[in-house]
């Protein structure tokens, strides 16, 4: 049983293929999300389809899978059973729990009300009907501080998906909408990207991070770094320099904490809520419980696994291959976290890379990018809507738009 | 001022460009939306930025209009004002009403929650919902009853949208999802279209009617004529005759009503709530004051100007005429409308066509639906990314999504 159909679990699903186990796999939405490209759709690039697609139709050929429209809420590992948020129970033998992260507003649960942040495609909408209608206000307001206020867009967090939120508002104030109003100049928006330690993209090396912010100032956005937001509210934002911004729509990137799912397996989290594992990412005290991505707190020669795609992907196959191992008696394979190189983008040609030794930021940064998620998302089925067109869609009938985005129960249907 | 950014609307202040005019146009949504393809984005053929437009964009370069969203809750025809949703007051010299209709329930309001009908985005990503998520439910069941209620749909109403909705539908089924799912064969789901008359599609020539229920027999779809629906609720339809249909999903298309806002010019509307309206299209009684499109009860040589996007296009540019002859000191011209013949299309290679005594049926009219549909949507220049990809939209800084889907008010923001 695999719970989350993020790129973790799908890949240990796609791993498990030939592997003589009857895999389940549940997620409680019916749609597998690419979600390095979801700031795209928050800042309206994209449309959801394209960039989430049917797990039913991604598993549809292997046929020891079966996909199951749920919400886990609790899992007994006395019994081997997880439990769906309707009442149902369905057994396992072994578990993979690869349920992700949401954002976390450390201990300030109120704030997410005033700053959404950014991890489903119901978020994505909320934010690109935030910044969009904020144009709309500021359009049909007569007070200049109310108008003022609606042109300013706070991003907290100064990691890749807090400067690409940043730059993309940017670039929608500067090109898509500049011609668009007439009584107000959407090139005059002010967009402030607020990071709590000293540089944005802690990430990267330090040279890149100094790019980064060039790159976020020729854009005309205000960074501003070693500054810590200390309450938001529905006007905006209070930093701890004692100083306020008003602004009308602030987003938060600042943080996230593994799935709630993390507290029926472990009573000891880590700060981000996540669950220890051991060298085979069994749960510690858990042999056929296996945790990864977001919801693991894993370590590599000695060093933490981060919590991105590559990783989650690379801790699928990983469970995989032990499971099999379990499968011939054989002893589980150590997981190794391999570091194949980050990638930022910040706007239109605008990117940092890294990869080992090999840094550089700029142009030839920004198409590496875009060539390397283009073909990702190819791999999971996805791009041929965009890449061409619903001529595609009709001669093979897919349909790129079977999203239920509302969230999802067997109650309301 | 312009009430509605519709077919009507938008042609109406296309059609003033060049006018010694200032025009206002006002809607509740920030988009035009290419009605005739609503379908496919409820049956997840299209995404719904694919066929909706920023109304701002369209009018972009037409420095004579300035767009205002919002809410128009009444008109004051004596001191010359609309009111306002948020209470402020927009003056006019001429009026037009171009607010179009939603879907009408005969007095039965309460069968809106169980049987949504299909006139804004909001629907169309309800109906989505709804139909996707009844497979997944058939899939989780283990109720036999359950199960076949979750895998039957009824569609009320035989015209054009209805005829589409059952079509799509059947394809859903029978291709789209045939082998996405383990416990249940999607092919088996029962589509049922229920007409009160003797046929469908009743605007068309009975041969075509006639074609039009062999063309939907063939995708499976079972229609019922001569049937009216007397009773709906959440687990399905009461028939005239005596008969129930379990159903989990049912869906409306059976009649309009034009905008509300209609009554606040006028206390003699017809049984779908239109205004009546004089040669020129001005409401009887109010000269400064025209009414286009769904909301208008016109006569053109006698005959009744059906609700068609057609209609709305004609009716816009007439009344643009007319206020031009009002400037000039010239008499208002006499609106004609000239039909241009019927298009429905019924599923993959299925449609009828009609044009003066010209009828036809089968792919070519399929073939001709879409050119003419692909073709007037170009015109709106919403097409552009499904036709070329996104390739377009990053090289000339266009958004296909910018589309605020929600219900939008200036203090929700």
Same mark, same amino acid.
């Given at each position: 049983m695999i719970v989350g159909g993020g790129f973790g679990g799908l890949e240990a699903a796609k791993r498990l293929a030939s592997a003589p186990v009857q895999v389940t796999l549940i997620d409680r939405r019916n749609h597998h999300l690419f979600q390095p490209l979801l700031y795209q759709v928050a800042t309206a690039g994209l449309n959801p389809a394209d960039i989430a697609y049917p797990i039913r139709a991604i598993l549809r050929s292997q046929r020891n899978v079966e996909v199951l429209l749920g919400e886990v809420v609790d899992v007994d590992v006395s019994t081997g059973e997880v439990l769906l948020s309707d009442g149902a129970r369905v057994g396992f033998d072994h578990l993979v729990l690869a349920a992700g992260a949401r954002h976390a507003y450390f201990g300030n649960d109120d704030w997410e009300q005033h700053a959404p942040g950014l991890k489903t495609v119901e978020d994505a909408l909320e934010i690109r009907r935030r910044v969009l209608s904020a144009f709309e206000v500021a359009e049909r307001s007569h007070d200049p501080d109310e108008r003022r206020a609606a042109l300013t867009f706070v991003v907290v967090g100064g990691g890749p998906t807090g400067v690409e939120l940043?730059?993309?508002?940017?670039?929608?104030?500067?090109?898509?909408?500049?011609?668009?109003?007439?009584?107000i100049d959407p090139t005059t928006a002010e967009v402030v990207l607020v990071e709590g330690v000293d540089r944005v993209l802690q990430a990267f090396h330090p040279e890149l991070s100094e790019r980064a912010q060039q790159q976020l100032a020729d854009?005309?956005?205000?960074?501003?770094?070693?500054?810590?937001?200390?309450?938001?509210?529905?006007?905006?934002?209070?930093?701890?320099?004692?100083?306020?911004?008003?602004a009308r729509t602030v987003l938060w990137a600042a943080g996230v904490a593994a799935s709630p799912l993390a507290r029926s397996i472990s009573d000891d989290l880590d700060d981000a809520g996540r669950v220890p594992v051991d060298a085979s990412l069994a749960a510690l005290g858990h042999d056929n419980v296996f945790v990864i991505g977001d919801m693991a707190a894993a370590t590599s020669n000695g060093?933490?696994?981060?919590?991105?795609?590559?990783?989650?992907?690379?801790g699928g196959r990983h469970v995989a291959e032990a499971i099999r191992?379990?499968?011939?008696? @054989?002893? !589980?394979?150590?997981?190794?976290?391999?570091?194949?190189? /980050?990638?930022? $983008?910040?706007? +239109?040609? *605008?990117?940092?890379?890294?990869?080992?030794?090999?840094?550089?930021?700029?142009?030839?940064?920004?198409?590496?990018?875009?060539?390397?998620?283009?073909?990702?998302?190819?791999?999971? @089925?996805? !791009?041929?809507?965009?890449?061409?067109?619903?001529?595609? /869609?009709?001669? $093979?009938?897919? +349909?790129? *738009?079977r999203l239920i985005t509302s969230r999802w129960s067997p109650e309301t249907g």
């Open positions: 940043a730059g993309a508002i940017a670039e929608i104030a500067t090109h898509t909408l500049a011609r668009d109003f007439r009584r854009l005309g956005v205000e960074v501003r770094t070693d500054t810590t937001v200390i309450g938001v509210d529905a006007a905006g934002v209070d930093l701890d320099a004692g100083t306020r911004i008003e060093d933490d696994v981060p919590g991105v795609a590559p990783a989650a992907v690379q191992a379990d499968l011939d008696g @054989r002893p !589980r394979p150590t997981f190794r976290y391999r570091d194949k190189g /980050s990638l930022a $983008t910040i706007g +239109r040609a *605008a990117a940092v890379a890294q990869f080992g030794r090999l840094r550089f930021a700029g142009f030839l940064a920004w198409v590496l990018w875009w060539a390397i998620h283009i073909a990702l998302l190819i791999g999971f @089925r996805s !791009r041929a809507m965009v890449l061409f067109g619903w001529g595609w /869609s009709w001669l $093979t009938f897919k +349909r790129g *738009a």
